[in-house]
């Protein structure tokens, strides 16, 4: 199989789940493994962290961010943030990332905010929609690394009925077109089910046109 970044063609999804699109294996050991070497270099400079929800609660999900915009929240809510707490600039979205957004996204823009979750031991993520962003014609392109997670997805109203599908290291997904605000969550992820982080865990990769 040719690499993503070889193609001139956008790459067609293995699966097409409720609108949102899944290419599968898209990335390999070696391209997760140099991915993995650039969350390290964005980790550095802005090191993960735990935050609040606006309600007062921890969230179970270690996070950071690459960009222009980092996402943030705290009691005053979820919302987009130039810098970091102590005032840093984020560090600058990695290559990779950025191949990977041209590779599948669709979109004529760059993405100016990369989210990086860390889900360890019983993190999981609520359903929600990704709507803190000005423009929704541009989709929200995620990236699975390390442990699989098991990816929910509901509608973009709230409630009714909820499919899942195993997302493992490699898989790329787009929230775009119709299903850009459907809601989606992680219910779990499976311990030990990758080799890829030393003392495993998953690390999800979300880019986005936040501006
Ligand atoms: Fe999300």
Redesign the pocket.
């Known amino acids: 199989m040719r690499k993503f970044h070889e193609q001139r063609v956008t790459p067609a999804p293995t699966m097409v789940l409720r609108g949102v699109q899944l290419f599968q294996g898209l990335l390999d050991r070696a391209q997760q493994e140099h991915l993995l070497e650039e969350i390290r270099g964005v980790v550095s400079h802005a090191p993960m962290r735990t935050l609040m929800t606006p309600q007062g609660r921890p969230m179970s999900v270690k996070m950071t961010s690459a960009g222009d915009f980092g996402w943030v929240s705290d009691a005053a809510g979820y919302r987009y943030e130039a810098t970091q707490k102590n005032g840093a600039t984020w560090p600058p979205i990695p290559l990779t990332m950025l191949n990977v957004w041209n590779s599948v996204s669709g979109s004529d823009r760059q993405p100016d905010s990369c989210l990086i979750n860390l889900y360890w031991e019983a993190a999981k993520?609520g359903l929600?929609?990704?709507k803190d962003e000005a423009d929704f014609r541009h989709p929200?392109v995620?990236i699975s690394l390390g442990d699989d997670g098991l990816f929910r997805l509901g509608s973009t109203t709230k409630g009714g009925k909820t499919e899942s599908i195993w997302l493992t290291s490699g898989d790329v997904v787009v929230?775009g077109g119709d299903a850009r605000l459907i809601y989606?969550?992680i219910d779990k992820t499976r311990k030990g089910s990758s080799r890829l982080l030393n003392g495993g865990g998953r690390l999800n990769v979300?880019l986005r046109v936040v501006r």
Do not use: P, Y
């Open positions: 993520m929600h929609q990704d929200v995620s929230m989606h969550g979300t």
